[in-house]
């Protein structure tokens, strides 16, 4: 019986004012856990349900488990005083870095009573993992949160001026006789949906304003030997339960969202390094690359995953792994040719293959680690199919990282090195060197060029950074990277930009003892710079952080920033250098006690640029419970921006101060105003009703057209003066003339509205078992293009045409083990 524990807040290191208790028994099959809390004041804990993994502010008891006892990693077990139970992993040695995609089968019950409250827990030994040995000598660690009192009790707590976290935990021994589980389980699903349209095309027989699906899979987990586990899946359903936010990008690069799906959640920190993107799960079942014409064209949303599988686990040596395959369909859309009432099918995706490969080997007292990724696309490009001048055959990426720490992780030196090398038809290496990415267009970088004849592009990237980690007031670090011109990670992963060396450095001061007014504050100092392998000076960044938490629990900071003046090689998007403006910015926010039932806070942005560019941002968040069983937020924000060299297009005919091509900007004026609304009715921690929604509307106006004067400058011709004229046209297109020559300039302004919601009751029949219930909308229009938004205009977004989903989807857990 564990009873000793102590204070890490409000009051470091003290011991608790009210008393917890908490036993071990274990048998063949599992570990049970019972805890009682003692309560002066029962009747201040809150009994608020919400679902699996979402404890909210309830008071709550968390066991923590290092089963390898490497010291490092660690499965955390928590259930609050409402009964619900969460899980989550820390792949490294620190209790902020927390998993949640760790999704194991077990039982948790608590109960209030006349002295606090009791909790009883069944973890199965199936569902942990640990090294085959007659005696068991497991980390571990008691975690008591008590939101009433802001009050963190623990059994081994870390110091708030320290670092660490399975390392510094106690031992759970007289564990004997137990053998790793061969696990073996199966959830085999069933899943069927509607999909509606507003507005389908009139006269469309490809397309009549509905779609029925249905389809049958399953899922396969399987324990290989005592630590390592195979997923796989048959016929897998993807589908996302939770939709993506709605953006305006006007930039060069591709929109990235958050992998929502839970195959590729769950144990993807296995597949990831502190350092390039080499594997980003979304691109594996995205949407298709090619287009397909005709009068009318179906195409499907997304492409098929035919099957995936990983294994992923830790050996008793502290090598970890992860490996992950999967394989998509070929992709063809419908084509109707109304002339000849024929129906054709074009090919818009391939069928591909991918492979991720991960180790990460542990090492030495302080768990200091080193490790290898390795990730291989390879496409089924067939001839004929028009897909070879857009897609590469082939990418291979990876690279090896390493970790090391000192002093049980007060200092630290963490680097990387890697390569990435795709091949292809010289149409797709061409397309690759011309990108965003790279630009080897450039007229006036002379470290790059496009080469036409080339079939593969190679590049490389590396790291080095160290610092200081704990320590009771200063802290430092700094490092630098760099990735080479032709590297290349956008088929298995993510990059926006090449060509690039950076270096950044900080230095800290913190406080956390409490003083007369505060809990804690730091006071930090940024510096980044960055350059091309041309050695031009693109950035320079200079940061002031300031941070407070007061001592009722509120939080405030203060961050400003001054930009000074360099050189982009990707404002003209391909074309030269040009100039950019020195900048300043200042932020402020405020947050209200996180552990009160009523949560709300906001922030403020501002900042301007030296040739009249500026911007400001206003958002705000409330969260509430109503009740036992209501939960309530809402996450407001507005923003208005002008900028002053927005890049429009690139021309033909322009000077030789530009290398003969006219690069147009404009300045455009926009604004956003959107908001994200949560509300969740709980029945019981295993049956709940939940809505999102977010209205959304954004929109720009652009003006004042003109051209770069000179390259290595910022200075804008602007139309309509020195020699030339412009005239709009009733088609939102402009006509400029410039001495003898004459061409046209197209107006894009925007007003973006959309409203994207989701409705869906979740009910965990029993352990492992869920039934899913779905209602997707997604509404979008573009209206009064240019005009500044207001609530009228997120109001109209409601109204606009959309499609619907409605889906339904059940799986059901078979333990065969």
């Known amino acids: 019986m564990v009873s000793d524990f102590m204070q890490k ?30 309560s002066d004041n029962p009747t201040e804990l809150k009994k608020y349900l919400n679902r699996h993994d979402s404890p909210g502010s309830s008071e709550q008891i968390i066991i ?117 589980s061969r696990r073996i389980e199966l959830l085999p699903y069933v899943t069927g949906d509607s999909r509606f349209t507003s507005n389908p095309t009139p006269g469309d027989p490809l397309d009549d304003g509905s779609v029925q699906n249905s389809r049958v899979g399953g899922d396969l987990k399987m324990g290989m030997g005592p630590n390592l586990t195979l997923d796989a899946t048959i016929n897998p359903d993807f589908g996302q339960v939770d939709a993506d936010p709605a953006r305006v990008n006007l930039s060069a690069y591709e929109t990235y969202f958050d992998e929502r799906r839970p195959f590729f959640i769950e144990g993807s920190q296995l597949l990831q390094v502190d350092g390039p993107s080499y594997f980003y799960s979304r691109r594996i079942g995205g949407p298709p ?13 997304a492409t098929t995953i035919l099957g995936a599988g990983k294994l992923t686990g830790r050996l008793s040596s502290g090598t970890s792994v992860g490996v992950l395959g999967a394989v998509t369909s070929r992709e063809r859309a419908r084509v109707y040719d109304s002339t000849t009432h024929h129906e054709s099918r074009t090919t818009i995706e391939p069928a591909t293959g991918y492979g991720v490969l991960r180790l990460q080997q542990e090492f030495g007292h302080d768990a200091s680690t080193v490790g290898l990724l390795l990730t291989d696309v390879e496409r089924g490009i067939l001839p004929g199919d028009g897909l070879a001048g857009i897609l590469r055959q082939r990418a291979i990426t990876g690279g090896a990282d390493w970790t090391l720490r000192f002093q049980g992780g007060k200092y630290d030196l963490i680097g990387y090195a890697g390569f990435s090398h795709v ?150 998007r391909g074309g030269p250098l040009m100039a ?43 969260s509430s419970r109503a009740g036992e069983r209501w939960s309530l937020s809402v996450s407001p924000v507005y923003s208005r921006s002008q900028t002053t060299n927005q890049y429009v297009a690139t021309l033909d005919s322009g000077t030789d101060a530009t290398d003969g091509q006219r690069y147009v900007f404009a300045h455009i004026q926009q604004s956003r105003l959107s908001a994200q609304f949560r509300v969740s009715y709980f029945f019981n921690p295993d049956l709940s009703l939940e809505v999102y929604a977010e209205p959304f509307a954004a929109s720009g106006r652009y003006y004042d057209f003109g051209e770069l004067r000179a390259a290595r400058t910022n200075d804008i011709r602007l139309y309509g003066t020195d020699g030339t004229t412009i005239t709009p046209g009733d088609d939102g297109v402009y006509q400029v003339t410039d001495a003898n020559q004459t061409f046209k300039v197209n107006r894009s302004d925007f007003g973006d509205r959309s409203f994207r919601s989701n409705v869906v009751l979740r009910w965990e029949l029993h352990r492992g078992s869920t039934l899913y219930v779905i209602w997707q909308q997604n509404r979008s229009a573009d209206e009064n293009p240019g005009m500044l938004v207001g609530p009228r205009s997120v109001w109209r977004s409601l109204k606009a045409d959309g499609n619907n989903l409605l889906a339904i989807k059940f799986s059901y857990w078979l333990p065969l083990s």
């Open 580 to 622: 950019t403006s020195a900048s300043w910015f200042v932020e402020t926010g405020v947050n209200s006690n996180y552990s009160a039932p009523v949560q709300y806070g906001g922030s403020v942005t501002y900042g301007r640029n030296e040739i009249g560019g500026w911007e400001y941002d206003l958002s705000g968040r409330l």
């Open 64 to 180: 923590s488990l290092d089963t390898y006892l490497d010291r490092r990693t660690c499965y955390d077990f928590g259930v609050s005083d409402a009964g619900v139970r969460f899980d989550r992993y820390h792949p490294v040695d620190n209790e902020e870095e927390r998993d949640f995609s760790y999704n194991p089968v077990w039982e948790a019950q608590a109960q209030l009573d006349s002295l606090g409250w009791t909790a009883e827990m069944r973890i199965p030994f199936s569902q942990l993992r640990f090294n085959r040995q007659d005696v068991q000598v497991w980390g571990a660690n008691l975690n008591r949160w008590k939101p009433a009192h802001n009050e963190d009790d623990f059994w081994i707590y870390v110091p708030r001026n320290e670092t660490g976290w399975s390392s510094r935990f106690g031992d759970l021994i007289g564990i004997s006789g137990i053998r790793p």
């Open 423 to 572: 091949e292809g038809d010289t149409a797709a290496i061409r397309q690759t060197q011309e990108s965003s990415t790279h630009y080897f267009q450039r007229p006036d970088a002379p470290h790059v060029s496009v080469d036409p004849k080339r079939t593969s592009l190679s590049g490389a990237t590396a790291s080095l950074r160290g610092g200081k980690r704990s320590g009771r007031h200063w802290l430092w670090g700094g490092g630098f990277s760099l990735e080479s011109p032709g590297f290349e990670l956008n088929d298995a992963g993510i990059l926006s930009s090449a060509d690039d060396i950076d270096s950044w450095g900080h230095i800290r001061y913190r406080e956390t003892n409490p003083g007369p007014l505060w809990r804690n504050y730091g006071v930090e100092v940024d510096y980044s710079a960055g350059w091309n392998f041309a050695v031009t000076h693109k950035y320079t960044e200079l940061n002031l952080n300031l941070e407070s938490t007061w001592k009722r629990f509120w939080s405030t900071y203060v961050n400003a920033g001054r930009s000074f003046r360099g050189m982009s090689d990707d404002l003209t």
């Open 9 to 38: 807040e409000p009051n470091e290191g003290t011991i608790p004012k009210e008393r917890t208790l908490v036993g071990f028994l274990y048998d063949d099959d599992a570990l049970y856990v019972g805890a009682r809390m003692y």
């Open 289 to 301: 690359h090619g287009e397909a014409d005709g009068d009318f064209v179906s195409s499907p949303n």
